[in-house]
């Protein structure tokens, strides 16, 4: 719809006018929200209940392997995830410490009342934003088909050059339990009609995916005695950057929540079994595609048959509430079912469920019409960021946000886009795997999913992101020049371990003794002697003298940088190969039919892929790697006929 | 650089030289059409009186005319394809004519003055690459079948492209990839097993790495035998100006053996003969032309000598019976710097041993060099035994363990090279506890290195095999 027939609706009217109009308010719009704002525009965020505010409808937590990684990242770039998950944690722990630092994730329980209004409260004291509680029905564009902003259900009509939709799992939501289906949003909330009508009259393509959620328990109602008890932990940094230079760390092990375990039973692969064909996965009800990573029960009991049994994490949701929730335990089946199973768990005999599982289908955006910058190649002005793309997952959702809300205001600025690339962060690798590979199942974020993996890790997001976030403007000069001087302190403490020769005496037979190393013949750097296996930093510290007290997160980064040295090299490599192609543009209006040697098949999807660069070409699906040279080649003698003039 | 348009074009594919037949290659769609302008068609099976519409996959008998003269050039047999199925996927003529350069020569003129144009170098492997019939392991194997000339680099090439190497390399690379998949889920999940099942997982991890990495290696070390049969072992006839070089050259070249090409040497005043001895392909080099002067250093030929025995994979280094043993060493030292392979040959047995013998053999030894022969050219004395010196350094070479597969390419080899150095990073990093997400790393960098021949990418499927493996929790 244009906006000039908008105005000749019946009751509408002009109702304001900004420069970026986000709609939906979770952690997508949130996050872009407030950074096309600090960046300067004049920013509208729109949501359908200002109580839900960046809600947490399913995991009441933040972080995990990967998720960890993409808070901090976020963090580093400027965004307020990080802050927010920081100030409502009430359990943190490091996953994965048991392996290497490059995979180490930190992970909150987050009380998910608290969340909502920190972050509304937090959101509403920033300039330039503005927060409203409507339903978007139409996206508005002027007579040339380019964004001009958006309608609502009462026919007001705001003006924006650009728009951000994050519509997460709303766009024509249906809840489904068993035989019952309904026709909602998540956690009760109402559902969004009419924007994704609008968006396919526009052109743009849709997709419908599924995902689900579980049970939610009375801790009353619990026999914990049954139950494995997992305490949070102490020396867990905080997500955001900003808080750790501060010195704002979580809170002590003891003042934390615990969360519990259990194993499903017999009883619960039978209850399951034996209701298979009340499922509406299994019977055809459920159309739209779910995720294979996040399964639900029953899904995981079919497609794994030779698991008897699968692990249930049991967590709360708050301090002021007796909710727990069933991490792992998300299922489709009637609730009579969900009843059954749930008794079926050590503990949870008598339960008393308070919120029933189920499954919830959307629209969304197929993510091979959107670019890397989120604008999408349809309608130019418009944004998408989170679910709508395709994505699972708070933190990927935010990542998104942040991306979108400072391209949105980079268009409007007239700047150039800011593209994260897949050496730089999992963000980057989330994007680009959404808008060159596009997905047929919701995207969760996994470390597997990034070729450099040693590099992309929660101690070093700010190193990759803080210098991009400082220079668009998202981080303030007080907080670059404390970065700066951290940043300065790993490489002077690095360069002198390496330096630093100690002699093999008899307190250092000690030391190495008691983890299994043998005394070097002669003098060795602290450096070669933290590479050895199960040397730390911390270790050494008897014998290194001239050591200076060092913060934690410092000494954390030189041990690592110091013992992958090679390992990093290797990836080292692997990016600077992965550079020289990404390097190599392509110009938006490339006519590939006149490419001479392009196979049909590559035609056609470079055609309507439009890549930005030759890296992208080559890792859309269907375009080889011999397309790849004939297209360098061809890009080649175009600049060198240029050239020539 | 190769041009990417699809003109016809033209080449003569059977080696240059004089042969009973050759063959002349046309291809690009509409070839046929062109080749009409010089070619007459006196028989074929259906009565077709122009090449362009005989039906793809049969012959005709006639014979190629200059289009400006309407001269005959030569009685010829055509054979017509039809795209997509033919070598290149394009439309396809072959010429079989007689096999004089001449005559040769002289065909490919008419075709250019019918407007089809000479080929690049390796554009037929090309043009099938870029349309699909053919994969870049098999193109590689194609440009190895044409530069090969005795029957080992036949074999050799031949079980790249009918896919001996590739099952093995397959195999290789399927178990990598089965590896890094088992290493994902114990960097990615909480695998939900106890500390001993997954040390057990662990172990057999490790174990297929390093059976991919004994492959691996064997691969690399058969490398040696394969470059040979590629690029011919190189062996040096170093010594003095009559020291019997020449003699012994046209002993080893003799009219039993095939002398394919004789190439003077413009820089160096060296001579190249190309001979085959036991199936090994051999590069003679001998330094001939070299000028007496009053400079002692010159007039030993030091400087060509270490010049040709450099990038030499073996020397013969004659000596003459009237050279004393300080002429002899005052020279070697220099010459044998880069060569492991160095044989003292005492020539012109048939004159009398050289009186220093003992003397010099001492001294030499004193250097390295462990092979001694006394040879007569002139009486065929003892030649054998120089053959079998390079023989036996032929098969001494490793890749026996792979059962005779050869790395005959370069960039194969170099691929394979480093694959197996990240594999053993990758090993050291489950050794040294440094974590699974280290050693995937590692392995990752290995499987980018074996997909730049196979043509795979990493990331692409790693995700799909955990998914289709694996069940994953939390």
Known sequence: MTIREALEQKNSFEAGTFDVAVVGAGHAGCEAAHAAAKLGLNTILFTLSLDSLANLPCNPSIGGTSKGQLVREIDALGGIMGIMADKCAVQMRMLNRSKG???????????????????????????NLTLKQAHITALLTDDEGKTAGVMTEGKSIYRAHAVVICSGTYMEARIIRGEVIIESGPDGLPRSCGLSDSLKSLGIPLLRFKTGTPVRVNSNSIDFSQMTRQDGEDDVPPFSYRNEMEGILPAPSEEQIPCWSVWTTDETRQVISDNMDRSPLYSGEIKGIGPRYCPSIEDKFMRFKDK??????????????????LQGFSTSLPEEIQEKMVKSLPGLANAQIQRAAYAIEYDLVDPLSIKASLESKVVPGLFTAGQINGSSGYEEAAAQGIVAGINAAMLLLGKEAVIIDRSQGYMGVLIDDLVTKGTNEPYRMMTSRAEYRLFLRQDNADERLTPIGHEIGLISDEVFEKFEKKVEAIALETERLKKTYVAPTDELKVLLDSVNQTLPKSGESLADLIKRPDVTYDLLAPIDKKRKPLPRNITFACETNIKYEGYLSLEKEKIEKFKNLEKIRIPEDLDYSLIKGLRLEATQKLAKMKPENVGRASRISGVSPADCEVLIVYLEQQRRRKDNG | MYSYDDEPICACSTPAGISGIAVIRISGNGCGKLADKCSVIIRSSGDYSKLSELPGYTCAFGY?????????????????????????????????????????????????????RMAYPGEFSRRAFINGKMSLASAEAVMDVINSETERQLEAAGSLMSGKLSEEIDHIEKNLYDQAAMLETFTEFDTEDDEAEENAKLETVKDNLSDCHDRLTALCEGYGKGRILSERLRVALLGLPNSGKSTLLNTLTGFDRAIVTEVAGTTRDTIEVQVNINGIPVTLIDTAGIRETEDIIESMGIGRAIEAGRGADMIFYMIPPDMTADEVYSGVQDIIEDCDSVTAVFSKSDAGENPDREEIETKLKTLGIKSFISVSAEEDLNIDKLEDVIIDYYNELGGGASEGLLITNSRHYSKFHKACKKLALALDALDNNLGTEVCASALRACLDEIGEVTGKTVSATLADTIFSRFCIGK
Do not use: W
């Not at chain 1, 630092?101 to 329980?109: E, F, K, N």
């Not at chain 1, 008897?308 to 929730?325: A, L, S």
């Not at chain 2, 030569?74 to 010429?95: C, L």
């Open chain 1, 101 to 127: 630092p490059a995979v180490y994730s930190p992970r909150a329980q987050e009380d998910r009342v608290m969340y909502s209004i920190e972050m509304k409260h937090y959101l509403e004291n920033i300039e």
């Open chain 1, 308 to 325: 008897t049994r699968h692990q249930i994490f049991v967590e709360p949701m708050g301090r002021h509430t007796n909710e727990m929730y």
């Open chain 2, 64 to 116: 190629v005319k200059d289009p400006s003269t309407d001269l005959k050039v030569d009685e010829v047999v055509f054979t017509h394809f039809e795209a997509p199925h033919s070598y290149t996927g394009e439309e396809m003529v072959e010429i079989s004519s007689h096999g004089s350069g001449a005559v040769k020569q002289e065909i490919l003129k008419c075709l250019g003055m019918s407007g089809i």
